[in-house]
């Protein structure tokens, strides 16, 4: 059991190479999805970026909406557009 829990963390913890579009916003160092995340949310605190009326919609800069795609996501939309921008 032990086994499996650390492969699977390792998987969750691998370093991942952001697109040059998400590079832009998060660094270009390869980082663990939680990190990219973690500065993702930074990111939209630092610029104001949550909608006020629902703060789970994040209203894209242009920035952002290199990586979304469009001008306003969910944060649960958020993480699978961001996972298209990771190899």
């Not at 998987?11 to 998400?22: D, E, Y």
């Not at 970026?49 to 629902?54: I, R, V």
Request: glycine share 4%; charged share 25%.
């Amino acid at each position: 059991m032990a086994e499996a829990q650390t492969q699977k963390n390792s998987a969750f913890m691998k370093t991942l190479k952001p697109s040059p579009q998400l590079a832009s916003v998060v660094g270009a160092e390869p980082l663990p999805r939680t990190e990219v995340t973690k500065r993702l949310w930074d990111y939209i605190k630092q610029h104001n970026l949550q909608n006020p009326a629902n703060k789970r919609n994040i209203l894209c800069d242009d920035a952002l909406k290199a990586v979304m795609g469009k001008d306003e996501v969910t944060m649960f939309e958020m993480t699978g557009l961001v996972g298209k921008h990771l190899a």
